[in-house]
């Protein structure tokens, strides 16, 4: 079953753009999560595919309105809640 991730093949979404001297995060609470991911893979809470199919599984209207780091931390809460509660 494809995922609204999944657009490999698909049209309609535009040229990819490519972004000279864009920097790693564009405010603190990215690099944050960013870093809490981490954190969270070397400590074993979860490891990276369960990480990616977390973000695989947002429904597709979140999925698409969330940016990069959004998509991040979803995925950091989903897994750390399941962690918790599991």
Do not use: C
Not at 29 to 52: C, H, I, P, S, T
């Amino acid at each position: 079953m494809s995922r609204v991730n999944d657009v490999g093949g698909q049209s309609g979404f535009g040229p990819v753009a490519v972004e000279g001297d864009e920097p790693p995060f564009h405010a603190d609470w990215e690099a944050r999560v960013y870093a809490l991911n981490v954190a969270m893979l070397r400590k074993g809470v979860y490891n990276l595919d369960q990480f990616r199919d977390a973000i695989e599984r947002m429904p597709p209207a979140e999925y698409l309105a969330a940016s990069y780091y959004e998509r991040w931390l979803h995925a950091v809460e989903t897994l750390t809640a399941s962690a918790r509660h599991g």
